[in-house]
C-alpha cells in the first residue's frame, strides 16, 4: 500500500476524474480506478497530459483500492452497492472510505433535483453497513461540481462539508481536501448528518439550472480554530 497515494474509485466519471486531476496538479499521487482496467488508464493518460510532473496510474477498481489508506468512492448512487460488494474482500482495516455518493432519483430515471429514501438514513450510512469491520467511512465532497474541478483555470473557492464519527479521520480527510487550492474543509458532525449533506446535491443543481453556473458552498462566521484534533 501507497502511503501518500490518492485511489479513486469510479475515478473515469466526472467527478472522480475532476478530483483526481486537482490532487494530481497539486502534486498529489493518484490511482484512477474503474471496472475497465484500460479506461482507468486512458483517464490517467489524459490527467497526466495536463499535469506532467505528478504520479497517476490507471487500474481496477479492486487494484486500485489497495494502493493508498484513504480510498475515495466517487460513483453514482446506482453503482454503490455494487462497488462496495466488489470491493469488500479488499479494502483493509484501518483504511478510511470517502463516499460521496448522492441518492439522486436521476439512478432510477427520476429528476437531479430529487433524491431517494435511504433506509440506512444515507449513502454514506448505507456504506459504512457494507463495508468490512474496521474500515471507517467519511462522507464528503457532495456539493464540489464535477465541471469546475475538471476546469484547471477555474479557481476554486467553497467550502467541503465533511460527516465522521472519528475526528481523527476527518482530519486525515480534511488533509486531502485543502490539499486542493481553495477548497477549505468544514466539520459538519457525525456521519448521520450526512442524510443532510447529501440533500445539498440536488438543492445546488436546481440553483444552477437558474442562475446557468456552478454554484457551491460556503460556511461564514467560523473561527480560524482548529476542529479536528
Known amino acids: 500500500m501507497k502511503?501518500?497515494?490518492?485511489?479513486?474509485?469510479?475515478?473515469?466519471g466526472a467527478l472522480g476524474w475532476g478530483l483526481g486531476l486537482r490532487w494530481a496538479l497539486a502534486g498529489r499521487p493518484v490511482v484512477i480506478g474503474s471496472r475497465d482496467a484500460g479506461r482507468a488508464q486512458e483517464a490517467a493518460r489524459r490527467i497526466s497530459e495536463q499535469a506532467p510532473d505528478a504520479e497517476v496510474e490507471g487500474m481496477t477498481n479492486e487494484q486500485a483500492a489497495k494502493q493508498g489508506p484513504i480510498v475515495v468512492l466517487a460513483v453514482p448512487f446506482r453503482a454503490q452497492s455494487e462497488n462496495l460488494n466488489n470491493l469488500r474482500p479488499v479494502l483493509q482495516p484501518g483504511q478510511i472510505l470517502v463516499d460521496c455518493t448522492v441518492p439522486l432519483a436521476a439512478a432510477v430515471s427520476g429528476k437531479a433535483t430529487r433524491t431517494l429514501g435511504v433506509w440506512q438514513g444515507s449513502a454514506a450510512q448505507q456504506a459504512q453497513e457494507m463495508v468490512p469491520e474496521g474500515v471507517t467511512v467519511v462522507a464528503a465532497f457532495h456539493t464540489v461540481g464535477a465541471p469546475d474541478l475538471a476546469n484547471r483555470e477555474k479557481e476554486l473557492d467553497e467550502d467541503v462539508l465533511i460527516c465522521g464519527d472519528r475526528k481523527a479521520d476527518k482530519a486525515r480527510v480534511a488533509e486531502l481536501v485543502q490539499a486542493i487550492p481553495g477548497?477549505?474543509?468544514?466539520?459538519?458532525?457525525?456521519?448521520?448528518?450526512?442524510?443532510?449533506?447529501?440533500q445539498?446535491?440536488?438543492l445546488l443543481i436546481s440553483i444552477n439550472v437558474r442562475y446557468k453556473t456552478h454554484a457551491g458552498i460556503r460556511i461564514t462566521g467560523l473561527p480560524d480554530t482548529d476542529h479536528w484534533s
Open 3 to 12: 502511503n501518500g497515494a490518492i485511489p479513486i474509485i469510479g475515478g473515469t
Open 183 to 198: 477548497l477549505r474543509a468544514v466539520n459538519a458532525g457525525p456521519l448521520e448528518i450526512a442524510r443532510i449533506v447529501e
Open 200 to 202: 445539498l446535491t440536488p
